[in-house]
């Protein structure tokens, strides 16, 4: 008998999500194709835009696969680089543009997911005493109200990214608060983490994020795509269930200011390989192994930033903010049994996105949470990567919030 040693291969998995708009019309029928490590496998969009996971060979950090996607009516698709972590779910999220061309020429629009931040070389940034930023002074006139308004901070519906230096024309990209966190933390930080690390990791990210918007430190624009200046942000980022799943669940709190005259989030920086010293950042492979050892995400953070500051807290947006108005979600957890004017609400939401979402049953919007609300509920976090209970707590309700102010403002 021979005896032979086999090494069993690593895999991760991936979904492709194709849609029109943001995520406002789901694809359905479109063919993808996925290449790369000796595989070719074809898949095909369902009526919510999604193929099957397919399990694809991946090693540490990622394999890199070719996603190719081809739907009638739509421009042809080609991503390049697309990250399959091992014992990971990935989604890649293409949003395919209408096809202007009544022959059968289709082009093909080519992009290629960037390299993930730690496999490069730490970028040169220059050193930024967050106790230094001041909180902007009063204005005569009222801030847009996309925008964190006086001493509150609410959550804005969008942010504007400028992919450029801070002094030269680029590209602008209006994207949701939190597909901004989810694609920084997928570019930024290793979806195989431990959950506490990667909790410190998107808090970071999250009150950075807010404290830019906050203080308005640039002109125009929200934040870069660079970092050079901020954070990691790419559009076709390759994101994780896991971070999904953290984002969605904590996208509304953030580190607030050791000062406790401002009201401005700290500017909360880490760098990929530092200790605890001054000045204060968070060291993300140190976050990591401090997770490994029982540290808790507050842990992590008082680690490296109490030298500085001493032992940070961690604060809850006063709201949210949709089509401009700051949005109140149910006082309460939303489930069958249920009834009244919230219930309601939630009801008109899934009819409108059940319009597009065809798989997601209709309901009588009459207030009360039955066992059909209850199927459509769960469809509906289906499809959105939400743990299926039929409840609407906090993330249920925001993602609907979302995806339905998304189909009323694309028509």
């Given at each position: 008998m021979n005896n032979h040693n086999y090494t069993r291969q690593s895999t991760g998995k991936l979904m492709v999500f194709i849609f029109e708009g943001d995520k406002v019309k789901p694809i359905m029928?479109?063919?993808?194709?996925?290449?790369g490590h000796n595989q070719n496998v074809t898949q095909q969009s369902n009526e919510s835009g999604q193929t099957?996971?397919?399990d694809l060979p991946a090693g540490e950090p990622y394999f890199e696969y070719t996603v190719n996607v081809s739907a009638s009516g739509y421009n042809d698709v080609k991503f390049e680089g697309v990250q399959v972590v091992p014992n990971i779910t990935g989604i890649q999220e293409i949003q395919m543009t209408p096809s202007i061309r009544r022959d059968n020429f289709r082009s093909?629009?080519?992009?290629?997911?960037p390299p993930h931040k730690l496999t490069q070389p730490e970028a040169i940034k220059p050193d930024i005493d967050p106790i230094a930023i001041p909180d902007p002074q009063p204005q005569p006139l009222p801030l847009p109200q996309t925008r964190p308004e006086g001493p509150l901070i609410l959550i804005p519906e969008y942010i504007i990214v400028h992919c450029g230096a801070p002094q030269e024309p680029a590209p602008k990209y209006k994207v949701k608060f939190t597909d901004y966190i989810t694609k920084v933390a997928c570019a930024e930080t290793y979806p195989g983490w431990h959950r506490e690390a990667l909790i410190a990791n998107i808090l970071c990210i999250t009150s950075y994020t807010l404290n830019k918007i906050f203080t308005q430190a640039y002109t125009g624009f929200d934040v870069t795509c660079l970092i050079q200046f901020d954070l990691k942000y790419n559009h076709v980022q390759t994101t994780y269930k896991q971070i999904?799943?953290?984002?969605?669940?904590i996208f509304n709190l953030y580190i607030k200011h050791p000062d406790p005259v401002k009201n401005q989030p700290l500017l909360a920086e880490y760098r990929a390989h530092y200790t605890r010293q001054k000045p204060c950042k968070l060291g993300q492979f140190k976050s990591q192994e401090l997770a490994k050892q029982g540290y808790n995400h507050q842990d992590i953070l008082n680690y490296f930033y109490d030298l500085c500051y001493g032992p940070l807290k961690i604060a809850s947006a006063a709201g949210v903010i949709f089509q401009g108005r700051s949005s109140t979600p149910p006082e309460t957890i939303l489930k069958e049994g249920s009834s009244g004017s919230d219930v309601r609400k939630i009801q008109v939401m899934l009819n409108e996105i059940s319009k597009?979402?065809?798989?997601?049953?209709k309901i009588n919007a009459d207030g009360k949470f039955g066992s059909i609300t209850t199927k459509a509920v769960k469809t509906f976090q289906q499809i959105f990567n939400i743990h299926q209970d039929g409840n609407v707590d906090f993330r249920t309700w925001?993602?609907?919030s979302a995806i339905y102010y998304s189909i009323l403002e694309y028509r």
């Open positions: 029928g479109a063919k993808v194709t996925i290449t099957n996971t397919v093909t629009e080519e992009h290629k997911v999904i799943e953290i984002v969605d669940t597009n979402y065809s798989k997601i049953p925001y993602k609907m």
